[in-house]
């Protein structure tokens, strides 16, 4: 019997419309757990280098983790991998809501799509019952909207829909796959599953998950639970709201965004307004919001409601999606929240990135205002009207462009970076906030953060709202605050991270950039990015693990929670090990597609002050302790440990080592 996963993935050949039902290896759970670990290796082993994006050979993989669906609270993600389309390297993005405990219960543990189909289909997954139907009259539809009709046309209230808008259709590079109450928003998944001609995947299930010891394991889940209601009731003294209590985050339940407003950067990512937030458009924001916000709501099985539901006078009820609230006015230097709101609903039918296309939206008006794009470039035509002249009015219009794919729209559809290139004319100058290829959240600080710097640098989600972590942002000023901190700060993987906590300050010998020092920043973003990992193959949320400071999910109680579930042998070594070799894995997939040292740059102007000597040095070191070489490139001893000598002997065999 399998425990905790279903051992059956649901495989689909769109070309041929072929639909099977394949029987997953036990041992690739004991190597690679679930979730984004193995997805990452069917990626290896079946999506070689030589395969872009929109090839049918791209598979699109829809993933739960080994513990989705299980009574773990929050284990509730969906990871979606492919190849993306903005950066061609493989990618993920991480959906909460219901769908992958739906899945699950239908009895699956992935949907993985290859090929394409000849017309536009949806897929509805019924327990075993599945079926490729045509969708040709949803073309064009909403991302929200259709899936409502899907469930109306299927007579399933109760179907988990994910669903493409027209940004998807049209394959934008930053469209969004929009499920529910979230959606996998970044790196242009949604593209992938357009050229697949696939609108939306629907899913009901009603069959049971078997767990190995559920008495053993119920004790972890009401821990967890406890934990949980305590943190929402007490929260973390001294520390920003939206990290404070727990969530993913708490954008919606707090109206105070004075640090995101001035620390986050307006238009293209270059003007940051230092002294935005008065107590005028404080009142004004918080009025809009609370007149919007309908609910407070939950992904599933979990109480902490960090999401919303908002109705917008003559608009569509949506989700609001991650810092969406902010992004549409900060880009389109608009200071209403209302307008933020409103861009933010139709963005979400239309299934953009809400990071990336306010950002590409900006660089537009940009270029214009450096007379590199032209007023030919915003006229209208018979189709559509020209472009009107306030902020607001310009920025809608160019949104409704570019998704449709319509004169300057068509080229901006590709992203900043690759738009700047067919522009030319200087036009790549002003592509100055993207990291390998994709969009960067748009912040503008002060002297560089060592920590960030390797965060940003090295991780694969090449997404800092989703790989920030534990470590607190900024130092407690004073010590009886760390103090305080620290008192309770059981997640920490030994007493050592709370000796350079307590030894931290704002300013001197012990502050930021050089202290923490090399190696402490080291084992600091590999703690950090090991939570990450566990999440990713778990399916946890990082809301209630790797992004909080103080989380019920941590690396002491996880081994005994995916034992009692799964029946693994695990302890808080073999878990380490297992994060180690999902790690090198994913990383060596994109190794294998050329990503190397080079790659691993920060945003260009992110940080004012910057100290390219130290932070040569940082990087070095990192590499060294994540056992890669000089050039970012797994070693073969450190493949080997991790039981993954395969990967070294493709590498050998592609001639990518180059000394030996
Ligand atoms: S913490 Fe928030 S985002 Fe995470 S599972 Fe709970 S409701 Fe969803």
Redesign the pocket.
């Known amino acids: 019997m399998r425990y905790g996963e279903t051992g059956f993935n649901l495989e689909i050949d769109l070309t041929r419309g072929n639909i099977e039902r394949v029987e997953t290896d036990p041992k690739m759970t004991e190597l690679y757990l679930g979730g984004l670990g193995t997805s990452a290796k069917i990626m290896w082993d079946r999506v070689g280098p030589e395969v872009k994006p929109f090839d049918p050979e791209n598979l699109l993989i829809f993933s739960t983790g080994l513990l989705g669906g299980t009574p773990c609270p929050?284990a509730?993600r969906t990871i979606v991998m492919t190849v993306s389309p903005q950066t061609e390297f493989i990618q993920y993005s991480a959906m909460?809501g219901f769908f992958a405990p739906e899945l699950k219960y239908a009895g699956w543990d992935k949907i993985i799509l290859r090929g394409k189909s000849p017309k536009l289909v949806y897929i509805y997954i019924n327990n075993d019952k599945v079926e490729i139907r045509d969708a040709t009259h949803l073309s064009g539809k909403g991302a929200v909207e259709v899936q409502d009709l899907i469930r109306k046309e299927l007579k399933e209230p109760r179907a988990h829909v994910a669903a493409i808008g027209l940004a998807g259709e049209n394959k934008v590079r930053f469209a969004s796959i929009e499920q529910g109450r979230s959606s996998a928003s970044r790196l242009g998944l949604g593209a992938v599953m357009g050229d697949k001609g696939v609108k939306a995947i629907a899913v009901r299930g009603t069959k049971d998950i078997n767990v190995a010891r559920p008495a053993e394991l119920m004790e972890h889940c009401n821990w967890l639970m406890d934990y949980m209601m305590w943190r929402m009731d007490n929260p973390i003294p001294k520390t920003m709201p939206i990290l404070a209590i727990?969530?993913?985050p708490q954008e919606m339940l707090e109206t105070d965004e004075k640090w995101h407003t001035e620390n986050f950067v307006w238009g293209n990512a270059r003007t940051r307004r230092k002294d935005f937030w008065s107590k005028e458009i404080e009142e004004e924001w918080t009025r809009t919001q609370l007149a919007v916000r309908t609910r407070l709501i939950?992904?599933y099985n979990?109480p902490?409601?960090?999401?919303a539901v908002l109705t917008i006078p003559e608009q569509g009820a949506y989700m609001m999606k991650c810092f969406t609230k902010l992004t549409y006015a900060l880009g389109a230097m608009v200071d209403s929240l209302e307008f933020s709101l409103r861009t933010a609903q139709r963005a979400t039918e239309y299934g953009v990135d809400g990071f990336s296309a306010p950002q590409v939206m900006a660089f537009a008006f940009e270029l214009k205002e450096a007379g590199i794009l032209t007023d030919k470039d915003f006229e209208g035509t018979d189709e559509y009207p020209p472009c009107p002249e306030d902020n607001g009015g310009r920025f809608n219009w160019l949104l409704d462009r570019t998704v449709r794919r319509q004169g300057i729209g068509n080229i901006l559809a590709d992203g900043v970076y690759a738009a700047a290139r067919t522009i030319g004319n200087g036009a790549e100058v002003y592509d100055h906030n993207t990291i390998r290829k994709h969009e960067q959240t748009p912040l503008k600080l002060g002297m560089i953060n060592p920590i960030y710097y390797v965060m940003y640098c090295t991780n694969e989600k090449l997404n800092i709202t989703q790989i920030e972590g534990q470590w607190p942002q900024m130092p407690f000023r004073d010590p009886a605050d760390r103090e305080a901190f620290v008192k309770d700060w059981f997640q920490v993987p030994d007493d050592r991270f709370k000796e350079w906590l307590l030894k931290w300050e704002p300013k001197g010998e012990f502050a930021l950039p050089y202290y923490p020092g090399i190696n402490e920043i080291c084992e600091i973003v590999d703690w950090m990015e090991r939570m990450h990992y566990i999440d990713n193959a778990t399916g946890v949320?990082t809301?209630?693990s790797a992004f909080h400071p103080k989380p019920p999910y941590h690396i002491h109680n996880y081994p005994k929670i995916i034992s009692a579930a799964t029946g693994l042998d695990m302890d808080e070594e073999t878990l380490t090990k297992f994060t180690k070799r999902e790690r090198q894995l994913v990383r060596s997939n994109n190794v294998r597609r050329g990503w190397r040292r080079e790659d691993d740059t920060p945003p260009l102007d992110h940080w004012a002050k910057r100290l390219p000597e130290y932070e040569k040095q940082i990087l070095d070191a990192y590499h060294v302790f994540k056992g890669w070489d000089m050039d970012g490139i797994p070693t073969k001893e450190t493949l080997h440990e991790l039981d993954l000598d395969y990967i070294a002997e493709d590498f050998e065999k592609r001639g990518i080592y180059k000394n030996g």
Do not use: A, P, T
């Open positions: 929050g509730n909460g727990l969530g993913s939950s992904c979990c902490i409601k960090c999401g949320c809301g209630l």
